[in-house]
Each structure stands twice: as C-alpha cells, then as structure tokens.
C-alpha cells in the first residue's frame, strides 16, 4: 500500500531505543517512498529535531531515561504542525490514551501490523494538509478585499471567495442567483478563469437575448439547409465553449422547450445540431445566473424540476449591495480609479458616508453610474457629497431624506402632482447642468416629453431631439 503522492518529499523522524524495532520502521517507510530517519532516545530525536524539518514523527513512549511524552511536548511547543505518532506495548492503553490527550495524531501497540502503521501514517497527513488548506482559506478569507474582478470585503463576499476556490478546479454546474446590478458574471468568470479551463474559452450568452429558434440554433448549432436563411453550417456555442465555460445568464427566462434540450445536453454531454443527425461529444462546464426565484417557478410549473436539480448542484447567492455596506467604499473606489482618468481621484469621507446609506436598488450598476455621471460632471480632484446630489438626497435629515421632505413641502404648499412632478424634473436638470438627454434617461423618459412639458429650449449641452425619440 503506497501512502498517497509526494512521499518523496516526506520526511519522517523515527524514535524507538530498540534497535531492530527501529530500523524494522525505517526500512518499511523507505520501501513506501519516505526518506526516513532513526533516533536511539530523546536526547538525539531533540537534536535532530532542531537541525532538520520533519512532516512527522513516529515515537515509543517507553524508553530509557526521558519518555516519549517528552518528546511530544517538544514537538508541540516547537512545531505543533508536526502530527506525531505515539507506539506503546500491548497492554498499555492508559499512556496511549494519555498520549492522544497531550496532543498525539494516533497511536498504534506493538506488535503491529504493518498496514496499521502506514494506514496511520498516511492519515496524519491527510489530516495535516486539511488543516493547512483550511488555515490558508481562512487567512485568505481574512485579508482579502478582492478576487479577480471581484471586489468586496463583507463576509458575505468573503464566504463567495472560499467557496470559488474550492469549486473553480470541479466541473459540477453552478447557479448564480442575485438581483440586477449584483454582478452575476463577474462570479462566473472568477470562477472560469480561477480554474484550470482558464486557457479555454468563456462563453457568455444572455437567454432572453433571443427567440427560442434563434436560441437553440446558437445553442447547439445548425446544419446547412436547417431552415431558412441556413446557408452554411454553424457550430453552437457549446462546441465553441468545449473544454472552458458556458454561461447562460437569466436562465429563468429560457422558454420550457428549450429547457428540455438543456437538460439532455446536460445528461448526455453531447449536442446535436439543428437539422442534424449526428450528436458531437463536448466537455463544458455550464454555470447558469438568474434573478427571478426560480424555486417558485418551479412550483408554477415555469421551470423544469429536472433542470433546477441539474444545474443547482453549487448554489452562489450574491446579496444586494444594500445588505453589505462594508462593500460600498472598496466599489466606489474602484469605480472612480477605473472613470477618473487621473483627474478624480478620491473621494471625501462624507461622500463615502453618504454612498454607504444609500438603498442602491441597481446595486453596483447603480452605483458605478453615479461614479461615472459624478466624474464626468466633476472639476477638481476630489469628489465631496455635493457632487453626488442624487445621492444626498437620500440622506436623512431630521429624520427625513430631502425627498421625503420635498413632498412634505409639497403637501404643506399643497402642490399637483404635475407641480410636483416639474420641481422634481427642474432638480434633475440642474444636477445634469441642463443636459436635457441625461436628464430623460435619469426620469425614465425622452426629451420631446420634456420639451412638451416646457423644458425647453435645446440646451448647448443638449444633441437635440432624434426622429426615432417617442413619446414617453
């Protein structure tokens, strides 16, 4: 029985008074592909300890002069890493016992099988590079603020990276779940290019990008002569992704026939053209992102049960911004190192305290662009609350948010609601120093309707009406 790869590299210490018990023991373990090494007593294991580095020890507690225990509490205060072995007469169960509790791995009694030796053996180290790894993730958990384009340093987004790291090698199906803005892709990149298909490609498609046709002919490909229009042969996009990643974003939305052909790709791991007779093997590994819950649509029968098991294999919930604010200082920082151009470069601390209150109902879209729109605006180096109005105005004065308290006013001067509507419509023209097209996009409506509701004339900073502008 061989004990697990790289032995090559495993040193052990072996400690018995016994002569032929001892070199029994080194022998065995060098048979197996250890570089093994024998100590008469204490005394000498001590020594050997302090000049060289072992990945374990193998000691008799009985010995002349100083017992193993000794050697096993210095193995403790000096490399308590070290997984220590502990061997006893039959017979002696009580200092095995004593042993375990002062912090031995195991123990074996003499006379021993040889597997029972090895078997031990190569479960200290298992145990040893289980802890290793765990402390590694946690001190990883601990210092980072980033993961690829990931970033985030709440413990929400902390347990996302651990659970990357362990997964980003496996080729199981992962469902993305969070709402828009939360940055569903960016996780599934991560995750793509954190593994080994990083050389391969990433194929990003969005399911409600397309009608259900369309779809599965980009899917799965086509044959020439498939349907019309089908001139020529075309490979899916699972044969494009083989060997790397697909990801279907908003896999909630993929219509229950197309659901169908997913899941047999899944089962079958190959795919068959549209049109086509013969199926083609693929190696992909598919992650899926949604914002709808599609445990209720399976419930309404919207989405396959089937499909949901299969893909749902490694659940990533990624939480609204507005549940992290931990979050919101590293992003925002982000967001202006990547739109300043050098010109904007920080942010005050009220600005930061600001960002940090608000609901961000977009999430990190939203708030990447009120970074841009603010750069844009901006004219000196450091952005301040001011240069954020929409933003302050949610933070609460008196107990109020200065919209809260813009209706108060507007109930106290008993205004319409059209009234009420042109205030709200003159702020946001004055924050966007009366460009009247970012001013639409901000109220959700096209300029002729601004226009109509006199917010006119055309402002220099204004393109002017287009003739595909409706009205809203």
């Not at 039959?90 to 095995?96: E, L, M, R, T």
């Not at 180096?381 to 809260?404: F, M, R, Y």
Request: glycine letters at 8%; aromatic letters at 6%.
């Amino acid at each position: 029985m061989h004990a697990g790869m790289s032995e090559s590299q495993r040193t052990v210490l072996v400690i018995d008074d016994d002569r032929a018990m001892r070199e029994m023991i080194v022998a065995l373990l060098e048979d197996e592909g250890y570089s093994a090494l024998g100590a008469v007593g204490v005394d000498a294991a001590v020594t050997q300890l302090r000049d060289r580095t072992f990945d374990a020890v193998i000691s008799d507690i009985r010995m002349p002069g100083r017992s193993g225990f000794e050697i096993l509490g210095e193995v403790r205060d000096s490399r308590p890493d070290i997984p220590v072995i502990m061997m006893t007469a039959f017979g002696s169960i009580d200092s095995a016992v004593e042993a375990m509790q002062a912090g031995a791995f195991d123990y074996v009694t003499k006379p021993f099988k040889r597997d029972a030796l090895l078997v031990s053996l190569q479960r200290a180290f298992e145990h040893h590079a289980l802890e290793v790894e765990n402390r590694r993730l946690r001190q990883a958990v601990d210092n980072t603020t980033s993961f690829g384009e990931l970033i985030g340093k709440s413990p929400a987004m902390c347990e996302i990276f651990a659970l990357i790291r362990k997964v980003a090698d496996r080729r199981v199906n992962v469902l993305i779940t969070g709402e828009s803005g939360t940055g569903k892709e960016l996780v599934a990149r991560t995750l793509h290019f954190a593994g080994s298909r990083s050389e391969k490609p990433f194929v990003p498609i969005n399911c409600t990008a397309l009608p259900e046709g369309l779809m599965e002919s980009e899917l799965f490909g086509h044959v020439r002569g498939a349907f019309t229009g089908a001139t020529n042969s075309k490979r899916g996009l699972f044969e494009e992704a083989d060997g790397g990643t697909l990801f279907l974003d908003e896999i909630g939305d993929m219509s229950p026939g197309l659901q169908g052909k997913l899941l047999r790709v899944l089962q079958d791991r190959e795919v068959r053209p549209v049109g086509g007779n013969q199926a083609r093997s693929v190696d992909v590994r598919v992650i899926v992102a949604t914002n709808r819950n599609l445990r209720n649509d399976m419930e309404s029968g919207r989405f396959r049960k089937d499909l949901y098991y299969r893909l749902n294999v490694i659940p990533i919930e990624i939480p609204p911004l507005r549940q992290r604010p931990d979050d919101i200082p590293l992003l925002a920082e982000a967001f202006l190192r990547k739109h300043g151009q050098g010109t904007c470069t920080r942010l005050t601390q009220a600005a930061v305290d600001a960002l940090r209150r608000c609901k961000w109902e977009g999430n990190a879209r939203e708030l990447e662009n009120v970074i841009e729109r603010a750069v844009a605006l901006a004219d000196r180096e450091e952005l301040d609350v001011s240069d954020l109005p929409l933003v302050s105005s949610e933070i609460p004065q008196n107990g109020k948010n200065a919209t809260e308290t813009m209706i108060d006013d507007a109930i106290a001067e008993q205004l319409t609601l059209a009234e009420l509507g042109d205030r709200y419509t003159a702020r946001v023209l004055e924050f966007t120093h009366g460009n009247k097209a970012r001013a639409a996009s901000i109220l959700g409506i096209n300029r002729r309707t601004l226009y109509r509701r006199g917010f006119g004339p055309y402002s220099e900073c204004d393109d002017g009406p287009r003739a595909t502008d409706v009205d809203a």
